[in-house]
């Protein structure tokens, strides 16, 4: 396991540091994730601001919701954009 673990992690450093070759773009890239996160609990907020519950969903349950809701969306863009990048590229190609 341990073996795996290593290898898993040198992908994860290869990664990033491909990342970086375009720090622009990688941390105007945070910057945006973290802007849209921020705007979709502000609206939380506001909402929240207003009334207890929403159709009995409480403040902190829809917190953790839209936390988990941006939790799934970057792990399908983990495991498959590369995959929908690859098959775009292969039908331009022809």
């Known amino acids: 396991m341990g073996r795996y673990l290593r ?3 040198s992908f994860v450093s ?3 540091q491909f990342e970086l070759e375009y720090r622009t773009n990688f941390f105007m890239g945070i ?3 973290l802007l849209v996160i921020g ?3 502000g609206a939380v907020l506001v909402i929240f601001s207003h009334t207890g ?3 009995g969903w409480s403040l902190p349950q829809m917190v953790a919701l839209t936390g988990v809701y ?3 969306q970057g792990l399908t ?3 498959f954009a590369p995959s929908f990048e690859r098959l775009m590229e292969h039908v331009r190609q022809g």
Do not use: A, H, R
Request: aromatic fraction near 14%; avoid cysteine; charge should be negative.
């Open 7 to 9: 290898i898993f992690g």
């Open 14 to 16: 290869t990664e990033f």
């Open 31 to 33: 910057l945006e994730m």
């Open 39 to 41: 705007t979709s609990l």
């Open 53 to 55: 519950s929403l159709n």
């Open 70 to 72: 941006y939790l799934v």
């Open 77 to 79: 863009n983990i495991v």
